[in-house]
């Protein structure tokens, strides 16, 4: 990624985001967890705080989640950042949900009104969504794709869809640099894009080309590995320790969950 | 002694109306290295192909190691004893990290994974890439990429390297490099290359393909 780049460079379209730089993860890294755990607790996490209804619950797991971020030492602006698109579709959530949902009126327009229940599914929504990003940039924000996908293969997860995974990791990039290299040899041309048939019909080449470049490619790699001797069988990297880190962080995470269901059943439902 | 491989009269076309290949005979004897040139499109990666059985004879018999090779279970085993570098290296090197693609080849060949472990770190120290091993394969420099996938067929310990243009797009350093590397393999080569000076240094002798027949092809080195 260091090494000089091309002109036809395509690092600023941001085709592989770039992950996130360790310093963001301070206090967390640190830890060196184990990615399964990681990734068992973000999918418990996210389960219990999406089946949650209670406000107090969901109130609460987002406090939870904004504190350990904060204080595991991201950036303020990053995390705003990485949660602007979420927030930008919730706020329509908000302005539109109310008027599709029966309940109490809040403001009425003509045949239309604007509930109040709608308006806390709405904020329910908005609490429940924030609170499950965060815990994912918390949790898996800091794995790369190719531990996350060594992570669900030993939990389990069906081997065509981990080889989906580590080959799109894989190729995303070259693919990226094709794209850019096609779009460059497009511009050297003249060819700026416009609202006419030309432009569309450029990019649909230009898109159809990309196709007809990665199937050749598949077509090539496939090659590669049956002249390795490939039959069918994949082998990844060796096996992931559990650590007695990890074993404190399962009891601090169930610990959090037992936490926010006792809320929910017994807070919430009197 | 039975040459390693042999082509006997052998002929290949996608379109019957314009053949790649006819009529080509050549043999590659152990420890012999063979260039060979043509033109753009004259069959060269085609004759690679059909050595390993990614492509199938439309004419003639192939010989690998001492047998007739026609079916997909026959090439296996031709693949696992005749390595193919392939032009363009991010083809060849699909894994996350070069430790991995690297043991790719080994695992497939059955061995238990303590014993690819030492494979993988005797064969990256044979080629000076010691300490690559978590490396990241997409993130190496076209020189150091070209060794690995070397380096990931030279850890099947194969008979024949089949090398399909090894010096393209690498720098002088970076081909110097893998010249020298090459030099000092005891495998048998089949050298593909429009680098008359690589080919001068590396082979012992050439062939030509030309309107997709094999001649000899000394005279052009």
């Given at each position: 990624?260091?090494?000089?780049?091309r002109?036809?460079?395509?690092?600023?379209?941001?085709?592989?985001?770039?992950?996130?730089?360790?310093?963001?993860?301070?206090?967390?890294?640190?830890?060196?967890?184990?990615?399964?755990?990681?990734?068992?607790?973000?999918?418990?996490?996210?389960?219990?705080?999406?089946?949650?209804?209670?406000?107090?619950?969901?109130?609460?797991?987002?406090?939870?989640?904004?504190?350990?971020?904060?204080?595991?030492?991201?950036?303020?602006?990053?995390?705003?950042?990485?949660?602007?698109?979420?927030?930008?579709?919730?706020?329509?959530?908000?302005?539109?949900?109310?008027?599709?949902?029966?309940?109490?009126?809040?403001?009425?327009?003509?045949?239309?009104?604007?509930?109040?229940?709608?308006?806390?599914?709405?904020?329910?929504?908005?609490?429940?969504?924030?609170?499950?990003?965060?815990?994912?940039?918390?949790?898996?924000?800091?794995?790369?794709?190719?531990?996350?996908?060594?992570?669900?293969?030993?939990?389990?997860?069906?081997?065509?869809?981990?080889?989906?995974?580590?080959?799109?990791?894989?190729?995303?990039?070259v693919?990226?640099r094709e794209?850019?290299r096609?779009?460059?040899?497009?511009?050297?041309?003249?060819?700026?894009?416009?609202?006419?048939?030309?432009?569309?019909?450029?990019?649909?080449?230009?898109?159809?080309?990309?196709?007809?470049?990665?199937?050749d490619r598949?077509?090539r790699?496939?090659a590669a590995?049956?002249?390795?001797?490939?039959?069918?069988?994949?082998?990844?990297?060796?096996?992931?320790?559990?650590?007695?880190?990890?074993?404190?962080?399962?009891?601090?995470?169930?610990?959090?969950?037992?936490?926010?269901?006792?809320?929910?059943?017994?807070?919430?439902?009197? | 002694?039975?040459?390693?491989?042999?082509?006997?009269?052998?002929?290949?076309?996608?379109?019957?109306?314009?053949?790649?290949?006819?009529?080509?005979?050549?043999?590659?004897?152990?420890?012999?290295r063979v260039g060979l040139i043509g033109a753009n499109g004259s069959g060269k990666t085609t004759l690679l192909a059909?050595?390993?059985?990614?492509?199938?004879?439309?004419?003639?018999?192939?010989?690998?190691?001492?047998?007739?090779?026609?079916?997909?279970?026959?090439?296996?085993?031709?693949?696992?004893?005749?390595g193919l570098l392939f032009q363009d290296t991010d083809d060849q090197l699909?894994?996350?990290?070069?430790?991995?693609?690297?043991?790719?080849?080994?695992?497939?060949?059955?061995?238990?994974?303590?014993?690819?472990?030492?494979?993988?770190?005797?064969?990256?120290?044979?080629?000076?890439?010691?300490?690559?091993?978590?490396?990241?394969?997409?993130?190496l420099s076209g020189g150091e990429k070209r060794l690995v996938a070397l380096?990931t067929l030279?850890?099947?310990?194969?008979?024949?390297l089949l090398l399909d243009e090894p010096a393209t797009g690498l720098d002088e350093q970076a081909t110097e490099r893998v010249l020298e590397t090459l030099e000092?393999?005891?495998?048998?080569m089949l050298i593909v290359s429009h680098d008359r000076a690589f080919l001068r240094r590396l082979a012992?002798?050439a062939?030509r393909l030309?309107?997709?027949?094999?001649?000899?092809?000394?005279?052009q080195l």
């Amino acid at each position: 990624m260091s090494r000089s780049r091309r002109w036809c460079d395509t690092r600023d379209r941001a085709i592989l985001p770039s992950p996130p730089a360790e310093k963001a993860e301070g206090r967390f890294a640190a830890l060196r967890l184990d990615p399964r755990g990681r990734v068992l607790a973000a999918v418990a996490f996210s389960v219990v705080v999406a089946v949650a209804n209670g406000f107090a619950t969901l109130a609460a797991a987002l406090v939870l989640t904004i504190l350990a971020v904060l204080s595991c030492g991201w950036p303020v602006a990053v995390v705003l950042r990485r949660l602007a698109p979420l927030n930008s579709l919730l706020l329509a959530l908000v302005a539109i949900l109310p008027w599709t949902v029966a309940g109490d009126p809040l403001w009425q327009a003509g045949p239309l009104t604007y509930s109040s229940e709608g308006l806390r599914l709405a904020a329910r929504i908005a609490l429940k969504g924030n609170a499950i990003v965060l815990s994912l940039l918390l949790l898996l924000g800091s794995l790369d794709g190719i531990t996350l996908g060594r992570a669900l293969a030993q939990l389990r997860l069906p081997d065509k869809l981990i080889h989906l995974l580590l080959f799109t990791i894989r190729y995303l990039e070259v693919l990226g640099r094709e794209y850019g290299r096609l779009r460059v040899a497009m511009r050297t041309r003249g060819f700026r894009a416009r609202f006419n048939r030309h432009t569309w019909r450029s990019y649909g080449h230009l898109i159809g080309m990309l196709l007809v470049r990665s199937l050749d490619r598949a077509e090539r790699i496939g090659a590669a590995m049956k002249c390795r001797g490939f039959r069918g069988r994949f082998y990844l990297g060796e096996r992931l320790v559990f650590s007695q880190h990890d074993a404190w962080f399962a009891v601090a995470a169930t610990a959090v969950l037992l936490g926010l269901v006792f809320v929910e059943w017994f807070v919430w439902s009197r | 002694m039975e040459p390693l491989i042999q082509f006997n009269e052998v002929g290949f076309a996608y379109d019957p109306q314009r053949p790649v290949l006819a009529d080509c005979d050549f043999q590659l004897q152990a420890g012999q290295r063979v260039g060979l040139i043509g033109a753009n499109g004259s069959g060269k990666t085609t004759l690679l192909a059909l050595t390993v059985g990614l492509l199938k004879p439309t004419a003639g018999r192939i010989k690998a190691f001492g047998r007739v090779r026609s079916c997909e279970a026959d090439f296996h085993e031709v693949r696992c004893r005749a390595g193919l570098l392939f032009q363009d290296t991010d083809d060849q090197l699909f894994c996350p990290t070069v430790a991995e693609d690297v043991a790719f080849g080994p695992l497939n060949l059955g061995l238990a994974r303590r014993e690819v472990e030492r494979i993988v770190s005797r064969t990256l120290d044979s080629l000076g890439l010691a300490g690559y091993e978590s490396r990241v394969t997409y993130r190496l420099s076209g020189g150091e990429k070209r060794l690995v996938a070397l380096a990931t067929l030279l850890a099947m310990n194969p008979d024949v390297l089949l090398l399909d243009e090894p010096a393209t797009g690498l720098d002088e350093q970076a081909t110097e490099r893998v010249l020298e590397t090459l030099e000092r393999l005891p495998q048998a080569m089949l050298i593909v290359s429009h680098d008359r000076a690589f080919l001068r240094r590396l082979a012992h002798s050439a062939l030509r393909l030309n309107r997709g027949r094999l001649e000899p092809g000394e005279g052009q080195l």
